[in-house]
């Protein structure tokens, strides 16, 4: 009865551990969608020396730097997110851990 009650936790603490992990990678995919975002911004475009063009660029930027503040907002959120998603995995990789190494004592 003993062994089949810790078979039983060892198989949730499983289930736990893929749940954590996955949320985890979607919380890293979030995250990684939003640096690429700020790293889009960053691109420069091709050298112009019109005066259109400069006006053309300058007008980007300054909508560009409302958008990277927005985005760092963002990011900030999704990265705290991403590090409790990182605690919880690790708490339910330890308890995986622990649970099946009481098999084998």
Do not use: H
């Not at 020396?49 to 300058?58: G, N, P, R, T």
Request: charged share 30%; aromatic share 4%.
């Amino acid at each position: 009865m003993k062994d089949e009650r810790l078979a039983r936790l060892r198989q949730m603490a499983e289930m736990v551990l893929e749940t954590r992990s996955a949320e985890l990678a979607r919380a890293t995919a979030r995250r990684d969608a939003l640096r690429e975002q700020l790293t889009a911004l960053d691109r420069l475009p091709p050298a112009g020396a019109d005066l259109a063009a400069s006006q053309s660029w300058f007008a980007f930027e300054q909508w560009a730097s409302a958008r990277r503040a927005e985005i760092n907002l963002n990011l900030a959120a999704r990265e705290a997110e991403r590090l409790g998603q990182l605690q919880e995995t690790r708490r339910a990789f330890g308890r995986s851990q622990v649970l099946g190494r009481l098999k084998k004592v």
